[in-house]
């Protein structure tokens, strides 16, 4: 929840209690005001004294657009109210209030609020059943057995032109936040354009095309919106819930299904985007802006975008490189990407002609995209408007300033967290990063601490359990999702440390062995007699092996040493000793049995 999201809701409150208690007409009531704001306040927040027409200008805005939603939802809310003293009640349908937020953009407080000023409650058990059931349908697309696929082919294209009634899509409003009043321009189903829904069966997915929208359309590598399309309050009930959002040929498409009523052609709707899932993209847009000017500042200018995602749960960028991207590098890239969020600067755009626009230095645009004339503009830190005064200035280089149709955050600050969760390569000369902000990197950073723990954990284990603990970690490890700097480091260390365990264990099981072999040996010196001890160590690939010859079975040319010599010669390795007693460490443990072998012929022969 940003500082944002909690100066809107006490601007809305403020907004209705002007309206309700001082019977003020909302629309620019705070931005008149807004002087002795600046004159009491300005000390300690200078930074409104620097731009307070801007100051007055976002009041307004917010204002004028809370107007509209007040006046909605008050009338929504009364309905409510009505329906439930109808039934003898005093608590209100958890579904309804949420249907004022989900639907009509009407605060969540502001509802109790309003509810407790007439002595009712909220059944918030209703509430959070619905809320749950409207972010589960808006993360995981349309229900079961919807089907998607509503794509305009160039007929149907040709049909919305030649119909004067239909306009291209006036879609500016997607850069502001909130809803829209609309008008239903076209209804399209499989091939046809109905005038109504009347006869497009329950659950099934067709489009709306509406005369202006706040929804974002899917382009430029970001994702889509989703939200519901709902009839204004004079004109009755329904919800049309919107799954996807493309446009095609500047006709946007708003696809999806219906929940509950009837539309029509020309009716006046509100569209609202589902703000959850906008917030997260926003996030990720600008932070991938961020990772291009890092990628630039680190790796040189040679650096071209190649293609990018930009979703609600993480950002993935492709850029021509030649090289993987080492470590320190990757590190190098995050701290840049984490000094700019923690600088929180304003993020700007502006629309410039494209010719202008292109003169602008480390200007970033993606290699062979072709753009509109006007173009928009996307800046950090630096004003558009300051630096088309300056076109050719080289201080813009010390920004990242791109050619921009995305939606973003107002401020870096905004994106919160930024983590790089991997890199890898696509084809040749071509490299791809994946991040992601936000809850999603404290879940991935969360994730790395429970690894770090299992790793201690590990540490702490003893025998077959500690070393069963290191596969299963080392295993887990590789396909955890996890920040990629701390996956590396995370990885090196375990490997390290088993290594070091597995050399330990080794050795312990060397000695063991040797005392082993020691003791078999002197076994055979004490009843005089010939002994040749094998043992073989699969996992480390070594036999080791000794033999004990009495001085009774010694002969000319035959002892300990030339025995465990000739045993050599079959397993590899080295042998010496004594004419009575030898040991020698062989490699080819596959032929332990020719060895055994072997020594049985060799004292068979000397014994002759």
């Given at each position: ?391 050719e200035n080289p201080k813009w280089r010390k920004t990242s300033v791109e050619f921009c149709g995305g939606t973003h955050v107002a401020k870096t600050g905004d994106i919160k967290e930024f983590t790089i969760m991997e890199e890898s390569g696509i084809a040749k000369g071509i490299r791809r990063l994946i991040a992601v902000t936000g809850t999603e990197a404290r879940e991935a950073v969360k994730t790395a601490e429970l690894f ?157």
């Amino acid at each position: 929840m940003g500082r944002g999201y909690v100066l809107r809701r006490i601007l809305r409150r403020g907004a209705r209690y002007a309206r309700k208690k001082l019977d003020v007409q909302i629309g620019s009531f705070f931005s008149s005001i807004s002087p002795v704001l600046l004159e009491q306040m300005g000390d300690f927040f200078p930074e409104i004294r620097r731009s307070p027409e801007e100051v007055k200008k976002l009041l307004d805005e917010e204002e004028a657009s809370f107007a509209r939603t007040l006046d909605r939802g008050e009338k929504l809310f009364d309905g409510y109210v009505a329906r439930t003293r109808e039934r003898g009640g005093n608590v209100l349908d958890g579904k309804d209030v949420w249907r004022l937020y989900d639907t009509y953009g009407f605060p969540v407080d502001l509802t109790r609020l309003m509810a407790e000023e007439l002595g009712l409650t909220v059944d918030e058990e209703a509430f959070a059943a619905a809320q749950a059931h409207s972010r589960k349908a808006s993360k995981g697309g349309p229900k079961a057995g919807v089907k998607e696929a509503v794509k305009l082919d160039v007929h149907d294209i040709g049909a919305l032109e030649s119909n004067p009634e239909v306009a291209i899509t006036n879609d500016s409003f997607k850069f502001s936040t909130g809803s829209v009043s609309a008008t239903i321009k076209a209804i399209y189903h499989e091939k046809t354009f109905p005038s109504s829904t009347s006869n497009i069966p329950a659950g099934t997915s067709f489009g709306l095309i509406l005369d202006q929208t706040c929804f974002y359309a899917e382009a430029g590598g970001q994702e889509y919106d989703t939200g519901s399309i709902a009839l204004d309050v004079k004109d009755g009930e329904a919800k049309f819930e919107v799954t996807n959002c493309q446009s095609f040929k500047g006709y946007v498409v708003h696809i999806g299904h219906l929940e509950e009523g009837e539309l029509n052609v020309g009716d006046e709707v509100i569209a609202t985007f589902d703000p959850d899932r906008r917030r997260p993209i926003k996030s990720n847009h600008t932070a991938t802006h961020i990772l291009n000017y890092a990628l630039r500042d680190v790796l040189g200018d040679h650096i071209d975008q190649r293609g990018s995602l930009v979703a609600p749960t993480k950002l993935r960028f492709d850029f021509s490189h030649k090289a993987q991207v080492t470590l320190p590098e990757l590190q190098n890239i995050e701290k840049i990407c984490l000094e700019w969020i923690q600088k929180d600067v304003p993020v700007f755009s502006k629309e410039l002609d494209l010719k202008s626009a292109r003169l602008i230095p480390g200007l970033r645009a993606v290699f062979g995209e072709t753009y509109p004339d006007p173009v928009r503009v996307v800046t950090l830190e630096y004003d558009v408007e300051e630096i088309s005064k300056d076109l050719e200035n080289p201080k813009w280089r010390k920004t990242s300033v791109e050619f921009c149709g995305g939606t973003h955050v107002a401020k870096t600050g905004d994106i919160k967290e930024f983590t790089i969760m991997e890199e890898s390569g696509i084809a040749k000369g071509i490299r791809r990063l994946i991040a992601v902000t936000g809850t999603e990197a404290r879940e991935a950073v969360k994730t790395a601490e429970l690894f770090e723990s299992r790793f201690s954990a590990v540490q702490a284990m003893t025998g077959r359990e500690k070393e069963e603990g290191y596969k299963a970690l080392t295993v887990a490890l590789n396909q955890a999702d996890i920040p990629a700097l701390l996956k590396a480091d995370l990885r090196d260390r375990v490997a390290t440390k088993r290594k070091e365990w597995e050399s330990e264990m080794r050795a312990r099981e060397s000695a063991v062995t040797k005392a082993a072999l020691q003791s078999i040996l002197s076994q055979g010196k004490t009843l005089g007699k010939p002994v040749y001890v094998f043992s073989v160590d699969e996992e480390a690939g070594k036999v080791l092996h000794g033999n004990y010859l009495p001085q009774s079975a010694n002969s000319s040319g035959f002892d300990a040493r030339s025995w465990a010599a000739s045993v050599s010669e079959v397993i590899g390795g080295k042998a010496g000793g004594k004419p009575d007693t030898a040991q020698g460490v062989g490699t080819e443990v596959s032929k332990v049995a020719e060895a055994v072998k072997v020594a049985e012929e060799i004292f068979a022969k000397s014994a002759q």
